[in-house]
């Protein structure tokens, strides 16, 4: 066991590019992780990196070394686990990333029941709007609408990842709804900036009949986060273009109102991501299992859809 601790350091450490990063996922000290190397480097009687004060990098054996032990970490990691889990049931500390307003709004509501089922696993949940690498990162699961799928990753779909631009009925009443794209450019837009590049996106409507059309929303003001940009567009103070997850609260309790109902923006789809592994741990199977069941029962496939 000391030996697979040694060479988790080193597969981490060098995914990362450093020992303070492969640290940090690994929950250890940078000191910890260096000791580990240092003593699987004495135990292989060869040196796996080239240290200075700014850069680690792999020597040849190094690089070899993790050529033959990388894909098979995990596949050894997932068995230990799986043998040791409690009494034969799932068991084991689950990190999952997923956005922070969906995982409040959708993810946890479902952990009492989670728990109950599953009392030996241990949620380690990390909110985020930001893609991660379910890989370098040592993610068991993520939660994620519009993600392109990295290589060793699978998805399972959860619901459709729909747009609709929503006001205030205070704002409506002041400004005429308009009856079609064309009357967007008339009308105050609170936009929303990518948190992966750092743009606004330009989006284009959809409707039942497959036509397209531009938003052509004059910038009143732009936000990094749905949440932000929807509680201001229920202050009256323009037009937004928000996730139907984000805005169903909204929408229900009469603060914001559907504009162009008929048309959308189709981001695609919010899904939840985990490794491709024959040997996918148990912990993880039964939280993907369970979060796939819970929307097919709500029908919050359903509840999420704009059309």
């Known amino acids: ?24 996922r690994l929950g250890l000290t940078p000191a910890a992780v260096g000791k580990n190397i240092a003593r699987l480097e004495a135990r292989l009687g060869v040196r796996l990196f080239q240290r200075s004060t700014r850069s680690l990098s792999l020597t040849e054996a190094g690089q070899q070394f993790l050529d033959e032990v990388g894909g098979s970490l995990s596949t050894i990691q997932n068995a230990v686990a799986n043998l040791a889990s409690a009494g034969g049931q799932p068991a084991g500390t689950l990190r999952v990333s997923m956005p922070t307003n969906f995982g409040r709004k959708y ?3 479902m952990l009492g029941d989670f728990l109950q089922r599953y009392p030996a696993i ?3 949940w990390a909110f985020d709007n930001r893609p991660v690498d379910l890989i370098a990162q040592s993610y068991d699961a993520a939660v994620g609408g519009g993600i392109d799928l990295s290589p060793g990753v699978v998805a399972r779909r959860l619901a459709p990842a729909h747009r609709i631009l929503v006001a205030s009925p205070a704002y409506l009443s002041e400004h005429p709804a308009p009856k079609s794209p064309a009357d967007l450019h008339e009308h105050d837009g609170i936009l929303i900036r990518s948190p ?11 409707n039942r009949s497959k036509q397209q059309a531009p938003i052509t929303l004059r910038v009143r003001m732009t936000m990094s986060d ?14 937004a273009l928000i996730n139907c997850s984000e805005a169903l609260e909204h929408l229900e309790g009469g603060t914001l109102v559907r504009v162009l109902p008929g048309w959308h923006v189709d981001g695609g789809t919010v899904s939840i991501y985990y490794p491709a592994q024959k040997l996918l741990p148990a912990k993880t199977r039964a939280f993907v299992e369970f979060v796939v069941e819970r929307f097919r029962a709500e029908r919050l496939a359903q509840v999420l859809s704009a059309v």
């Open 1 to 24: 066991m000391e030996t697979m601790i040694s060479i988790e350091c080193f597969v981490r450490s060098a995914e990362a590019g450093s020992f303070s990063e492969a640290a940090r």
């Open 107 to 109: 993810i946890v509501p």
């Open 122 to 124: 241990s949620p380690d």
């Open 196 to 206: 992966q590049t750092g743009r606004i996106r330009p989006w284009a409507l959809v």
């Open 226 to 239: 749905p949440g932000a940009a929807c509680d201001a567009a229920a202050l009256g103070l323009g037009i």
